[in-house]
Nanobody
Framework: QVQLVESGGGLVQPGGSLSLSCTASGGMFSISVMGWYRQAPGKQREVVAGITSAGDTNYADSVKGRFTISRDNAKNTVYLQMNSLKPEDTGVYYC??????????WGQGTQVTVSS
């Protein structure tokens, strides 16, 4: 099966930066879309950013201009560079991959806390 392993979460102060990464492994497969979701306490999970294998990206309105998603197809890795962080960005960030002929897979989540 496919496993997604995330890294890069942590504690930062408002205005700071943080970089997340997620690598998919577990055999021979092809990923069409990779992305990041987040969930704050008491709220539903929401999409943050997504990127296709062709490099097309989209972002939630709340993070446009501050976050950048990128992808290394050869390494099956997706990244999320987060700048100008706000307390409202606090939450558990989940990596997602849509794998061709297999389905959807999720990482375990990594905590991002923005606080002074």
């Amino acid at each position: 099966q496919v496993q997604l392993v995330e890294s890069g979460g942590g504690l930062v102060q408002p205005g700071g930066s943080l970089s997340l990464s997620c690598t998919a492994s577990g055999g021979m497969f092809s990923i069409s879309v990779m992305g990041w979701y987040r969930q704050a306490p008491g709220k539903q999970r929401e999409v943050v950013a997504g990127i296709t294998s062709a490099g097309d990206t989209n972002y939630a309105d709340s993070v446009k201009g501050r976050f950048t998603i990128s992808r290394d197809n050869a390494k099956n890795t997706v990244y999320l560079q987060m700048n100008s962080l706000k307390p409202e960005d606090t939450g558990v960030y989940y990596c997602h991959a849509r794998v061709r002929m297999r389905g959807d897979y999720w990482g375990q989540g990594t905590q991002v806390t923005v606080s002074s």
